[in-house]
């Protein structure tokens, strides 16, 4: 059963995090470029449609949900200690929590901040001459690829941790309960005697009997 979920859980975080990339890369390659900006005057700018706002909102969101379920799934390492500091587990399950994290932040503005600049269809002056507004390249595939890193990130640290619970358990107390300090032995009985019963004639216990 405990196998069943992990591979359930890997392949949804796994499923949402190549959707999240390719998008993110759909929405680099759709993004508005200066090329296909239109100046009919010096202080005008038409901007043809691009739907590289809504994939790079949907890589966001694909993005957050994997973030959820695998924390959700594993619990905060943060408020959880482990007994054993020199525990191998332990210590690749933080650092991968914590690169995980960083790599989802800066995925994720990225990926919202493109999105929304790519809407932004308005005029910039730089010392006293227009420019239309465009999002730089890179902006979404630096994204897209922070954002499958934050999920190998994740699910190694999801399967790291569960490996440690399961088998080495570095956070939970031993199963075998504590005796006292108390020697516990094996009762110990003198051997029985395994010599079968000698049956004697009635006649011949009498006769002992007068003897």
């Keep these: 059963m405990m196998e069943r979920k992990t591979v359930l859980m890997c392949g949804v975080v796994g499923f949402l995090g190549l959707l999240s990339a ?19 005057s010096p202080s005008e700018c038409i901007y043809p449609q691009s739907p590289a706002m809504a994939l790079g909102l949907t890589a966001a969101l694909a993005l957050m949900i994997a973030q959820i379920i695998i924390n959700v799934s594993t619990g905060c390492i943060c408020c959880q200690k482990s007994p054993h500091p020199s525990d191998s587990n332990w210590r690749v399950a933080l650092v991968c929590f914590v690169f995980s994290w960083f790599a989802f932040v800066i995925a994720f503005l990225l990926l919202l901040t493109g ?6 269809h308005s005029e910039v002056m730089y010392f006293g ?20 890193a934050s999920v190998i990130l994740g699910i190694i640290y999801y399967l790291t941790l569960t490996s440690a619970k399961n088998g080495n358990n570095p956070w939970g107390n031993s199963s075998v309960p504590n005796q006292g300090g108390i020697a516990m032995g094996q009762p110990q009985f003198p051997p029985q005697s395994t010599q079968e019963p000698v049956f004697v004639h009635e006649d011949t216990y009498i006769r002992r009997q007068f003897t």
Excluded: D, H, M, W
């Design 115 to 120: 999105a929304a600049l790519n809407n932004r």
């Design 129 to 148: 001459n227009y420019y239309c507004y465009v999002v730089k390249p890179g902006v979404f595939a630096g994204g897209s690829l922070l954002s499958l």
């Design 22 to 40: 390719a998008t993110g890369f759909g929405a680099e390659a759709t993004r508005i470029k200066g090329s296909q900006v239109q100046s009919p």
